[in-house]
């Protein structure tokens, strides 16, 4: 089919998109990614097209692995549901149930296709090209690859390359192919969401600026009979040393999270030298998400403080001295729900506290009416969103605020950067349109309060790859607008090895101070 004429602006209308499956039978979280499309407001699901092909069968041993790694870490969401009845208001044709309806006359704005359908014979169907979900979740585990990708590729017309809309890098789990899988599909089905409110916005110029979609690898596994096991046996087989080397770790070793502080010059992204550790009087919990305040000639560093049995965190805090001395740690803010990452900020001559509350669904503002002991809840500055690590700033007549959040019922919050506007602290905040800005492991979640420097602003965030908190990006804010986020990495962070320091996630620098975390691991005995 010849390739539909490409329009460059946005349609006022809704998009209609088109699914075209090899089967009706589809994993759930394909069905609940679509579903989100037909409540969206701007999409609507026109048509179902099922062929009604056979799955490929997979190898017994990739089965039996299948259900125990399922067992172990937890099932993924992609047990098989009927598509059309979860989507009940669209179109339905079948293979070999009556005349095939006309395509074209159906005025598609997206041919989607779902699983083994041929992306060639659906070539001119739709305005905005044929869409397709990229992810794998199993040849990254397999390979041992520390990164994990999703990807939504659109082919615009008539053998043009496929191009990436939008992408998503998480940090692979590499002990379960189910519990990576379950991430991927948490966030591929947000993609299509996100790309079809771009197009609505932008029209299909946006697709046409996208960068090509890369080469996929051949599978790991093929044939369903005796090669196909042979092939599974070294992988499952370096699976299960993974998970060995696991164990051991943990019977053989305490990890702890620590502090570490330096007073003299230098900025928030200085070489990590010079600094002494605070470790907590104990193994039985986390020091960790430091940030500092200068006061009246005084230093104080305040912190999450994660006692292992109780299951959740307080903030505490600590005076610091240049000469190295310090006090005992004192308790300053506690809720029945967890609190970490205490993002402190002086406004009006008032000092506010907005800890990390996830758990309690909202981003909290304390107002200090007794330092350092008695905070008062001043205002939910959003409420009903699981979000951490809340970091505020004020630039171009307005604050920000940049918070991670986690897709679907995902509990990793690090590579989905959000981003909210307000006119005042106590005003409204606004979703920024391109929530989530930013989709990446490697430098998306916040680590510490944002800088400024020579009138460019900086925003250091945590690299969560190959662990959550391996160390710091620094990232310059390119633009920051009410319509647009960009920001480029401009530098990283990593601890020495050889220093017995694993990893660290947050930095942050008042007066002289800089304060830092530090991920450590220690012989039990």
């Not at 040393?241 to 620590?258: C, D, S, T």
């Amino acid at each position: 089919m010849a390739a539909v004429a490409l329009a460059g602006s946005p349609l006022p209308r809704k998009l209609r998109v088109g699914l075209f499956a090899d089967s009706r039978v589809q994993p759930r979280w394909v069905a609940q990614a679509f579903g989100a499309v037909a409540r969206s407001g701007f999409a609507e699901i026109a048509l179902i097209a099922a062929a009604g092909l056979e799955p490929a069968r997979e190898p017994w041993l990739l089965r039996a692995y299948g259900a125990l790694d399922q067992w172990a870490f937890g099932a993924e969401p992609c047990e098989p549901v009927d598509l059309p009845r979860e989507l009940p208001e669209a179109a339905l044709h079948e293979a070999g149930t009556g005349p095939v309806p006309d395509y074209q006359g159906l005025e598609l704005d997206v041919a989607f296709a779902l699983g083994g359908v041929d992306d060639g014979a659906l070539e001119g169907l739709a305005r905005c090209g044929v869409w397709r979900f990229a992810l794998d979740g199993f040849g990254e585990v397999a390979r041992g690859e520390p990164l994990s990708g999703c990807a939504l590729e659109v082919r615009l017309g008539e053998g043009a390359p496929p191009r990436r809309a939008c992408e998503s890098w998480s940090r692979t789990y590499p002990l379960s192919v189910a519990r990576n899988r379950r991430e991927l599909a948490h966030r591929a089905g947000g993609l299509v969401l996100r790309a079809l409110a771009e197009v609505q916005r932008s029209g299909v110029e946006w697709l046409e600026r996208q960068p090509p979609a890369r080469c996929a690898r051949d599978p790991l596994v093929r044939g369903s009979g005796a090669q196909g096991n042979r092939a599974l046996t070294p992988i499952l087989a370096r699976i299960g040393a993974r998970i060995a080397q696991r164990a051991a770790q943990k019977a053989l070793y305490v990890e702890q999270w620590q502090l570490a502080f330096r007073f003299g010059p230098g900025g928030p992204d200085a070489e990590l030298t010079g600094f002494t550790r605070i470790a907590p009087p104990a193994a039985d919990r986390d020091w960790a998400d430091p940030f500092v305040l200068a006061k009246n000639g005084r230093y104080y560093l305040f912190f999450e403080e994660l006692p292992y049995a109780a299951r959740k965190a307080h903030i505490a805090m600590i005076e610091l001295a240049p000469d190295g001395s310090r006090s005992a740690p004192v308790r300053v803010l506690e809720r029945d729900y967890h609190l970490s990452y205490p993002f402190l900020l002086e406004h009006d001559g008032e000092l506010y506290l907005v800890p990390e509350s996830a758990q309690n669904a909202s981003v909290e503002l304390y107002r200090c009416v007794d330092f350092p002991l008695r905070w008062r809840l001043e205002r939910k500055l959003i409420d009903g969103a699981r979000l951490v690590d809340a970091t505020l700033h004020r630039g171009a007549g307005r604050w920000w605020l940049f918070a991670n959040g986690a897709p679907g019922g995902s509990r990793v919050f690090d590579d989905e950067l959000h981003l909210y506007h307000a006119d005042s602290l106590f005003g409204e905040w606004q979703p920024h349109p391109r929530n989530p800005v930013k989709s990446d492991a490697r430098c998306a979640r916040s680590a510490g309060r944002p800088y400024l420097r020579d009138g460019v602003l900086y925003r250091p965030a945590q690299v969560c790859v190959p662990r959550y908190g391996a160390g710091l990006s620094i990232n310059r804010v390119l633009r920051l607008t009410p319509q647009a986020y960009a920001e480029r990495e401009v530098r990283r962070l990593m601890p020495d090895p050889r220093s017995g320091v694993l990893g660290l996630h947050t930095v942050n620098r008042a007066g002289y101070l800089t304060a830092i975390d530090l991920f450590t691991r220690r012989r039990r005995i």
